[in-house]
Nanobody, 120 residues
Framework: QVQLVESGGGLVQAGGSLRLSCAAS????????MGWYRQAPGKERELVARISGGGTTTYADSVKGRFTISRDYAKNTVYLQMNSLKPEDTAVYYC??????????????WGQGTQVTVSS
């Protein structure tokens, strides 16, 4: 398991871009999947983008074509490139690293979150 630290959030105007980074304290090579989730005020946490250990990517319909998830094994870092941002993208964004451990099964590690605010 790893500790995760997100960075790159901030305030941006609609139509702008941000790149979020998630640095892991250890190797993410064996992670079952890495993902970005977000939670807006009064709403449940939702999946934004996910990349499996095999490299398969999954995106929420609301961000397809605008967001791109990627990873750098050498840096143990996962990125979320966010383009054409909309006010409805405003939320706290959380990084997730999922591992599969013997006997225990799936174990999720979460970062502390980074705020993204998109002004109209």
């Amino acid at each position: 398991q790893v500790q995760l630290v997100e960075s790159g959030g901030g305030l941006v105007q609609a139509g702008g871009s941000l790149r979020l980074s998630c640095a892991a304290s250890g190797s993410i090579f064996s992670a079952n999947a890495m993902g970005w989730y977000r939670q807006a005020p009064g709403k449940e946490r939702e999946l934004v983008a996910r990349i499996s250990g095999g490299g398969t990517t999954t995106y929420a319909d609301s961000v397809k074509g605008r967001f791109t998830i990627s990873r750098d094994y050498a840096k143990n870092t996962v990125y979320l490139q966010m383009n054409s941002l909309k006010p409805e993208d405003t939320a706290v964004y959380y990084c997730n690293a999922q591992f599969i451990l013997a006997i225990v099964g799936k174990v999720d590690n979460w970062g502390q979150g980074t705020q993204v605010t998109v002004s109209s």
